[in-house]
């Protein structure tokens, strides 16, 4: 009778016991394969929505904009976004100009952020803008309409349709101030956003500036964010001409997101070591109670003839056959976890009134799992490898029983 028949019939001896353990390694499995592929579509979700309302999967600036933000480190457009936009697998280009400012109103006055967009692309891509109704959102990029975050338009208690100046802070030092209307109002659930957006066209925000034709940021929006390593030796290549630009990936041009979702995804880890750790103590447990419910039964097998090493494989089998059928049974159960996750998620709508807002990103109240299935694969044979190395010790300790001894037990 070789290994696996009979290892298979000495798991089952004791049906109770392999069942349960069965159950806790079947059932650790699913809850690591299904939350990680919970927090992978959350992750997702996030970079989605993050890249969209900022910097994009890559993102150009001027030398070390992206760190000081300072205003004077701007660059000439000069065509770059349509060129950029021209790479297959470019969804949108984004030029911006970002200039720090003072909003005021007849009561109050607010620090602001001055954003210059184009209109139509920004439309498109930017989450924040789709709540716009269409006669909401800018008419040109050169016209004196602004939208404005919901918390500032309150705090200057102005409305849609009211004027109101900002005054921002030209390249040559002097002041510049322009008489802005109303007309549009954003709620994008970011309290910085809401309190200090004031969007226009970049042409003008270009001109208050005193920076005609130039931009601070040009965002590139990918319809597939797994292309960005292909994307990205383009994008370079295409700046490759003025050394002072500096193409970025997504990771460090928002580093507030990117460390946010590393911090999350350890914190996961370690949950995961946890769960991973406690199927560890299961195994060894049920294969060294066998193995010491046993003893007499083995003190006879090697009193026959039998090798120690021969006893030690065959414990090893029972703990090969367990983690497989682990391994079989868990990665079904989370794949039926995980198809629930992707097609209807978990809604938190219920416990919270907006969305959710996480690493200076709003995202779907809605969280939706994606399918990670290298991943899951990876994670089962490494549970069904973690049983087989639990059996070590059980194994060990039956391979040097003394025969005489071991018949002698009760």
């Known amino acids: 009778m070789n290994y696996l028949s009979l290892a298979w019939k000495n798991l089952w001896r004791n049906r109770r016991r392999t069942l349960i353990t069965l159950a806790a390694m079947s059932l650790s499995l699913m809850l690591v394969q299904a939350f990680h592929n919970l927090s992978a579509g959350v992750y997702r979700q996030m970079v989605n929505s993050g890249v969209r309302a900022g910097s994009g999967h890559i993102a150009v600036y001027r030398g070390d904009y992206v760190r000081s933000r300072d205003e004077k480190l701007s660059f000439a457009e000069a065509g770059l976004a349509g060129r950029l936009a021209a790479i297959p697998e470019v969804e949108g280009v984004l030029p911006r100009v970002y200039l720090p400012g003072l909003a005021q109103s007849s009561r109050e006055s607010r620090g602001i952020l001055l954003t210059g967009v184009d209109p139509a692309a920004e439309l498109s891509v930017n989450p924040f803008l789709k709540q716009l109704a269409a006669e909401d959102m800018l008419p040109s990029t050169e016209g004196r309409e602004a939208i404005l975050g919901a918390r500032l338009v309150k705090e200057l208690k102005i409305a849609r349709g009211n004027k109101f100046v900002v005054t921002v802070q030209k390249r040559g030092g002097e002041l510049q101030s322009e008489l802005l209307r109303v007309h549009g109002v954003v709620k994008t659930g970011i309290k910085e956003i809401d309190g200090g957006l004031v969007m226009v066209g970049r042409e003008r925000a270009a001109a208050m500036g005193g920076i005609p034709g130039q931009v601070h940021e040009i965002a590139v929006i990918l319809d597939d964010p797994e292309a960005d390593r292909r994307v990205f030796p ?16 997504w990771e460090e041009a928002m580093l507030n997101l990117a460390n946010a979702i590393k911090l999350d995804y350890a914190s996961q880890k370690f949950i995961f070591v946890i769960i991973l750790l406690i199927v560890t103590i299961g195994v060894v447990n049920t294969l060294l109670m066998s193995v010491m419910e ?21 414990i090893m089998a029972e703990a090969t056959l367990l983690g497989v059928l682990s391994m079989i049974f868990g990665t079904l159960l989370g794949s039926l976890a995980t198809w629930y996750l992707v097609r209807y998620g978990i809604d938190l709508r219920a ?38 190395a639990a059996s070590l010790y059980p194994a060990l300790k039956a391979a040097r029983l003394a025969p005489v001894e071991a018949m002698r037990h009760v």
């Open 234 to 249: 383009r994008v370079e290549a295409l700046i490759a001409d003025q050394p002072e630009l500096r193409a970025l990936p």
């Open 294 to 314: 046993r003893m007499r039964e083995f003190g006879v097998i090697l009193a026959i003839g039998a090798s120690p090493l021969r006893l030690a494989g065959m």
């Open 351 to 388: 416990l919270i009134s907006e969305n959710l807002e996480y690493g200076g990103v709003v995202f779907d109240p809605i969280l939706r799992a994606i399918w990670d299935v290298p991943w899951m694969l990876r994670i089962a044979w490494y549970v069904a490898g973690l049983c087989l």
